[in-house]
């Protein structure tokens, strides 16, 4: 696999052998690194770290063993990961460089160094997925019956069902935009596929015209006639993309003129809302207006066809203002996120077989003698999506919303999608004369839109909306519910690390419990309070709350954990997250190692950590687990000489989610619920053998290669047909 590409990286990784790995005997005689754990040889930048995990997403493309229409999948995923990086990510080092910023991060790099070693690695991971698609993919799809071809290579008959589509369905959609002193140069949006075309008059002189493919119409044309009666089985059928059909009958658009050549290219622009929060008099009006800015963002990357001559370049770049760095000449699919559009053809013979995710026999209780909240009252109910479904989480706020005894309902939202069952309780508890409070997250990235949509109707309704703090994004996962029980007050809790998405809940691994623990409903009570009023209140009785007390605690558990080995033995750590950034969890990490801690790290994307530096980090091992799922859930295990501690929620070890965020952390208290996260959750990733991913000390990571005889472990798989079993009874 190729490695992360920079001159710091490969700096680095000769290091390790030599500064990395000096030691000297410490005064009671135990040897102790001699390496400052601030030396940037120990971190792996954040960017190109990130940029490694898309390496890893395109692997599961390249992987035979996956169903066809998923490995196109996994390469659209690529293109949309891409997508956000350079929106997101390029966007905000390219503004640090025109601000002349010198500030450089835990490895060092500078941010320029790190948009140098970004194209390379981009130019690289393009070119792969480019190779994968055109030598992999294509002729998988054509042995399948999938031909994507050209307008050029149809027949007769297909060009005649294509033309008739374009004439009929097309044509009156299309708008040509030309570039003269006339008239300006259009505004190419984000993320809009266009054709660039160069014309010539009845008179000689040539002009240069941009037509945009419209987004509303079917991305992929089928040219084939449609079978009659049911289809049974599929059997072949041939597309042409809308670019090419489009560009095969120009003449259409331009009467009168000769077009002499067109060809595709694509935007993409800074789309990173800034928010002045303190300026701020309305926080719902300056977002929607940050929305509106996110069109005319700066453009951050300019994709062209492989053969676009460089005269129609530069009349491109010259009007959309980008530098030859940001210009990447593609051989393959222009925009690798409009796979998904392949992706989407219906043949489940092609695709992962389907699966019901199961409820838990505890939840599967008759109504007539018992309610959800007496389960509650009895035990703590875990459940582990999506092998569980998240069904028991609606019906929880819809029995909420619609029992006499409940008083109130506080919930925090941030991506719940639309055509949301979750707000849509909320709305009934409302219509019932619940008070209902809800913390609506406007500035969860790309979510802004439906988030503002969702806020205004629950506003609408009379539901108490609260769109944020101020410097804070909101990311925890709460539901919190008040109900009148005899003379008692009551809490229900729901806690969760996924977001209160039906259907990113069938997509994610997630872990969510059902609680009605008093401790934990007055830390409830305690944060929405928090974040619906005014609270300086910085003690909780068992929840981490970021930025309150989160990364005191988290520290203070690992130096426990440090303390408890030294004197006992038997250290172990095992963190399952999304990213490993912060500076200084790491660097507690690193201590923990040295001083023979065992440490574990699950770590799906973002890891800054480097494992098994010599005097450093040799105890610690790095796993990235890529497969059906995306890996969201996070899990905080400690050891506790022998009396393990486990701590479950929103936040990842970042700066940004233990500084910037209001995060949770839930403790899982019931030692059967503990058994279950240890025995049958993290035990299984950790000796997973065919989608695991192990980082070495330079920051590549090998697929763990399975041993003769070693029984096939695929986390995923396995916890799915458990979940079979348990759907069975």
């Known amino acids: 696999m190729p490695a992360t590409s920079s001159r710091a990286t490969r700096k680095d990784a000769k290091s390790n052998g030599t500064n990395a790995g000096a030691r000297q005997a410490g005064a009671n005689g135990n040897f102790v690194s001699s390496i400052s754990l601030k030396d940037p040889s120990l971190y792996i930048n954040r960017e190109l770290s990130l940029l490694a995990f898309q390496r890893r997403v395109l692997e599961e493309a390249q992987d035979e063993l996956n169903p066809l229409l998923e490995r196109v999948k996994f390469l659209s995923i690529v293109g949309s990961n891409l997508d956000e990086f350079f929106m997101v990510r390029v966007a905000g080092l390219k503004r640090q460089v025109e601000a002349g910023s010198l500030e450089v991060g835990p490895d060092g790099m500078l941010p320029m160094e790190q948009l140098e070693a970004i194209r390379t690695d981009v130019s690289n991971l393009k070119t792969a997925a480019s190779r994968c698609y055109r030598r992999q993919i294509e002729p998988a799809l054509e042995a399948a019956g999938i031909q994507i071809r050209c307008f050029a290579d149809l027949n007769e008959q297909q060009q005649r069902r294509a033309m008739k589509y374009f004439s009929s369905s097309v ?140 005269s129609i370049l530069r009349i491109l770049m010259s009007n959309l203002e980008v530098s030859r760095n940001d210009v990447y000449r593609v051989r393959g699919p222009l925009s690798l996120s409009r796979l998904k559009y392949i992706a989407a053809i219906d043949i489940p013979e092609l695709k992962d077989p389907p699966f019901v995710p199961s409820i838990p026999p505890v939840l599967e209780f008759n109504p007539e003698e018992e309610d959800i909240f007496g389960v509650i009252r009895r035990r703590d109910v875990m459940l582990h999506h999506p092998f569980n479904s998240f069904q028991p989480v609606v019906d929880f706020l819809k029995k909420s919303a619609d029992d006499d005894d409940v008083l109130a309902i506080k919930m925090t939202l941030y991506r719940v999608g639309r055509n949301s069952p979750v707000v849509k309780a909320l709305l009934e508890a409302m219509e019932n004369e619940k008070q209902v409070a809800a913390l609506v997250e406007l500035k969860a990235r790309f979510d802004e839109g439906s988030n503002i949509e969702w806020a205004r109707a629950l506003e609408d309704q009379g ?140 770590v799906r994307g973002i890891c800054c950590l480097r494992p098994e530096v010599k005097g450093v980090s040799e105890n610690i091992r790095v796993i990235s687990i890529v497969g059906r799922f995306l890996e969201h859930s996070r899990i905080y295990y400690f050891h506790n000489n022998g009396e393990p501690q486990i701590y479950v929620g929103s936040a990842d070890l970042m700066p940004r989610n233990l500084n910037r965020r209001v995060e949770v952390l839930f403790p899982i208290e019931e030692d059967r619920l503990k058994r279950f996260l240890r025995n049958d959750v993290l035990d299984i990733y950790l000796t997973d053998n065919v989608k695991a991913r192990v980082m070495n000390a330079d920051g590549i990571y090998i697929r763990r290669e399975r041993r003769r005889g070693e029984a096939i472990i695929n986390t995923q798989q396995i916890l799915l047909d458990r979940n079979r079993v348990v759907a069975q009874r």
């Open 171 to 310: 044509f009156p959609v299309l708008t040509p935009l030309a570039f003269d002193p006339g008239r300006p140069f259009p505004h190419i949006s984000n993320l809009s596929v266009n054709l660039a075309a160069s014309i010539r008059d009845p008179e000689g002189e040539q002009h240069f015209a941009r037509i945009k493919v419209p987004e509303a119409l079917p991305q992929l044309v089928p040219v084939d006639a449609v079978p009659r009666g049911p289809r049974k089985k599929f059997t072949r059928q041939t597309y042409v993309w809308l670019e090419d059909l489009i560009r095969s009958n120009l003449d259409a658009l331009f009467p009168g003129m000769m077009v002499i050549e067109a060809h595709p290219f694509h935007v993409t622009r800074d789309a990173d809302i800034e928010i002045q929060e303190l300026e701020a008099g309305d926080l719902l009006e300056t977002t929607e207006e940050g929305l509106r800015q996110r069109r005319f963002g700066d453009v951050v990357r300019l994709q062209v066809d492989h053969e676009m001559p460089s």
């Open 463 to 602: 539901v108490h909306v609260v769109y944020g703090l101020i410097g804070l994004k909101v990311h925890s996962k709460i539901a919190l519910i008040i109900r009148k029980e005899g003379d008692e007050i009551r809490r229900y809790i729901h806690l969760g690390t996924g977001n209160y998405n039906s259907v990113t809940a069938h997509l994610y691994t997630d872990i969510g419990l059902f609680t009605a623990d008093e401790d934990i409903g007055a830390d409830a009570t305690d944060l929405f309070n928090y974040l619906t009023g005014y609270s300086a209140k910085r003690d909780y009785r068992k929840l981490l709350v970021a930025p309150i007390n989160m990364r005191q605690r988290l520290r203070e558990l690992i130096e426990r954990e440090i303390a408890h080995h030294k004197q006992n033995g038997g250290g172990y750590l095992i963190f399952k997250m999304n990213a490993l950034v912060d500076a200084e969890m790491i660097r507690l990490l690193y201590e923990a190692s040295q001083a023979g801690v065992r440490v574990d790290l699950l």
